[in-house]
Nanobody, 121 residues
Framework: QVQLVESGGGLVQPGGSLRLSCAAS????????MGWYRQAPGKQRELVAD???????TYADSVKGRFTISRDNAKNTVYLQMNSLRSGDTAVYYC???????????????WGQGTQVTVSS
């Protein structure tokens, strides 16, 4: 019933910027938090940033000062503004939402399909 749709990925040059969006749709009762993970080839998936619906944000050390996460509560949408991109940021970025569906009695995580971010000259 719940779907997460990501957009904004693509190819960008080193030092460039990219803005990712993720919108949760369907029967949603309440959102606790949303965030972004990424996975590069041959590496484990890692947390990039997340944000509670109250606005408290957490960042991986590798992206602090370069990335900014934000959310629009009314649109059930989370954004990731990515600046000063490096080749090490190349990965598939996955959106995750911790929410309670309309007919559910508990919160659980929902995942997007992922969007490719490639940083290359």
């Amino acid at each position: 019933q719940v779907q997460l749709v990501e957009s904004g990925g693509g190819l960008v040059q080193p030092g460039g910027s990219l803005r990712l969006s993720c919108a949760a749709s369907g029967s949603i009762f309440s959102i606790n938090a949303m965030g972004w993970y990424r996975q590069a080839p041959g590496k484990q998936r890692e947390l990039v940033a997340d944000i509670t619906w109250g606005g408290s944000a957490t960042y991986a050390d590798s992206v602090k000062g370069r990335f900014t996460i934000s959310r629009d509560n009314a649109k059930n949408t989370v954004y990731l503004q990515m600046n000063s991109l490096r080749s090490g940021d190349t990965a598939v970025y996955y959106c995750v939402a911790n929410l309670r569906a309309g007919s559910a009695y508990a919160f659980r995580n929902y995942w997007g399909q992922g969007t490719q971010v490639t940083v290359s000259s």
